[in-house]
């Protein structure tokens, strides 16, 4: 959520930086209610004012005389004025609210600009592409010719975008789970948790999936519960409503959980294979940190995610997100994309976002940097550390053998039992 005061004080500027994300989202609307809100605490504050002298004036008034009725009766009716005010205030500040929780975060200053995803900027790129003495084939021939893959029994449970793993490729996505978790905790410092897998529309709002993006969700409306699209969602909200220890700060945390998307609008886009599922595995780093150290943090959490890659072996380019390409509620992304030879492509893994103060903003997340100090608004960072799914995607793409049996890159090889080749 962006900063209603600031938005007041250079719309101007706020509507150029979201035109260049390309939102048409007028600010229009913020600023009128936001202006009616500031004239009717004014007001009521008036009224609360006369309505104070006028009480006062009427302990001194005869209370049989005609003044002490005078009194009176402007009492009840300034009662009645205030009221009313505070129902119309009531309902103005829920809209304003409700057009706030709209606007998408602010890009940061530094970013391409740029309408998709063409736009973006490679940074840099890490490791070498395989080189085959046949034509390698995609991750979903591999995994049906192993009898190890299979949707069709998948569709029959569930529908289609949903997947069914057997025997060894079920085991190295669960090794992939066990070592990107052993990894972030032993070496990078996080904290592992597990939460809820469903949470409750606050949750929702607070990282921003809720409202603009409540068509994606899977929701349980008799409960009033989500299915998690990510575990930025639970995480993040461990500390809404919550006053952070600046000492303890930078708080770090990952989390495996399984991943819940309807992909609305996505339709007709990977719908072979397990790039694009309803349902899938990943592993999550989450950041509190004090704002000036956010812009360092996030060069960390990218370089957390990118050692996962670095020890599978698998060749990856990092791309700084354009303007127009960023999510709802980051100001800053970087994208890791590995390559696919199968596919001939490179293909997302992981994104690495900043979002300064807006999630912190409307989860209500602080912190007190020193003891007695007022308190502040945090910056949260959150990335994919990693998409496991697309994980074992690129390992089956990048080590298959012409007989269409799959090397265990060696860092596996002690959580897959010894097991060297799936085939």
Known sequence: MLDIRKIDQDPETFQSRLAARGSDLSLSEVTTLSKRRRELIVRTEELRHQKSATESSMKTADKKGPEFATFRDQMRELSKEIKELAHTLKDVEEQLNAAVLQIPNLPDEDLPVGNSDTDNRAVRDEGTKPSFPFTPKEHWELGEQLGYLDFERAVKVAQSRFSVLKGPLARLERALIQFMLDLHTETHGYTELLTPFLVNYDSMQGTGQFPKFKEDAFILERDQLALIPTAEV??????????????????????????????????????????????????????????????????????????????????????????????????????????????????????????????????????????????????????????????????????????????????????????????
């Open 234 to 423: 639970p995480v993040t909200n461990l500390h809404r409503e919550e006053i952070l220890n600046g000492a303890e700060m930078p708080i770090r945390y990952t989390a495996y959980t399984p991943c819940f998307r309807r992909e609305a609008g996505s339709y007709g886009r990977d719908t072979r294979g397990l790039i694009r599922q309803h349902q899938f595995q990943k592993v999550e780093l989450v950041q509190f940190v004090r704002p000036e150290e956010s812009d360092a943090a996030l060069e960390q959490l990218t370089s957390h995610a990118e050692e996962v890659l670095k020890r599978l072996g698998l060749h990856y380019r990092v791309m700084l997100l354009c303007t127009g390409d960023l999510g709802f509620s980051a100001a800053k992304t970087y994208d890791l994309e590995v390559w696919l030879p199968g596919q001939n492509a490179y293909r997302e893994i992981s994104s690495c976002s900043n979002f300064r103060d807006f999630q912190a903003r409307r989860a209500g997340i602080r912190y007190r940097p020193e003891p007695n100090a007022k308190p502040q608004l945090c910056h949260t960072l959150n990335g994919s550390g990693l998409a496991v799914g697309r994980t074992l995607v690129a390992i089956l793409e990048n080590y298959q053998n012409e007989d269409g049996s799959i090397t265990v890159p060696e860092v596996l090889v002690g959580y897959m039992g010894g097991k060297t080749v799936i085939k």
